[in-house]
């Protein structure tokens, strides 16, 4: 597809379990970033992925979070352990960034509820 | 520490109506970037503002970057219920975007 797409766009899971979510970035996107945004908030930076670099997990709020990419395709966001302050919106967006800037392209985002 | 502020945090008005909303700095940026986040779907750009004092349309949408670079405002005129929605704005730190918290902005009919 032609744009960023996130999977599921809806998961509802028991606390103390493990959820994983997938993005699919814009094709040649070297750039991917993370973020989790609470009802009515704006967005909360976790993670940024660039190419083969190291990845900047200054934003993962605890080590129940992380996550992966390979190269420069698909990544998985895995909490464990979910706790009900978990549930929010977590967005991924892709970019490529250039001297003419960084603008992000997002998904529509993976809504969790942890019940 | 959030860098960058927004005003009104949520504003409620009618169909047909003006209004302003601000995105404030007390850093200087390269740029300034603007998004809308619809009600279940993830922001989408609308500009970039880039020169100090510039000016930019989009129809009814008009976004000016403060000369010293630190702040934006966006003014929406006759605002119309197609315009409900998060306004984001948000400023390069690197390979970064920072995020200002938002507006929500309710146009009722």
């Known amino acids: 597809g032609a744009g960023v797409s996130q999977s599921p766009s809806n998961k509802v899971t028991e606390k103390g379990k493990d959820v994983e979510l997938r993005c699919d970035p814009i094709s040649g996107h070297t750039a991917l970033y993370w973020y989790r945004q609470r009802l009515g908030q704006g967005l909360e930076f976790l993670i940024y992925f660039q190419g083969n670099s190291a990845p900047d997990k200054s934003g993962l709020p605890s080590d129940r979070f992380s996550a992966e990419r390979t190269g420069e395709s698909v990544s998985t966001l895995t909490i464990q352990r979910t706790q009900q302050e978990d549930s929010a919106v977590y967005l991924c967006?892709?970019?490529?960034?250039?001297?003419?800037?960084?603008?992000?392209?997002f998904g529509a985002g993976t809504r969790l509820s942890v019940l | 520490t959030q860098l960058l502020e927004q005003s009104p945090q949520f504003l409620s008005i009618q169909e047909g109506e003006n209004l302003t909303v601000y995105c404030n700095s007390s850093s200087v940026f390269s740029s300034l970037q603007w998004y809308r986040q619809e009600p279940g779907e993830g922001p989408v750009l609308l500009v970039t503002?880039?020169?100090g004092g510039e000016v930019k349309k989009l129809k009814r949408l008009t976004f000016q970057f403060g000369d010293a670079r630190k702040d934006s405002s966006l003014h929406i005129t006759a605002a119309q219920p197609g315009d409900t929605g998060l306004y984001l704005c948000a400023g390069p730190r690197g390979y970064q975007l920072i995020w200002g918290a938002g507006t929500k902005l309710i146009i009722k009919p």
């Open positions: 503002v880039v020169t």
């Open positions: 967006a892709s970019s490529l960034i250039s001297a003419w800037g960084n603008i992000q392209y």
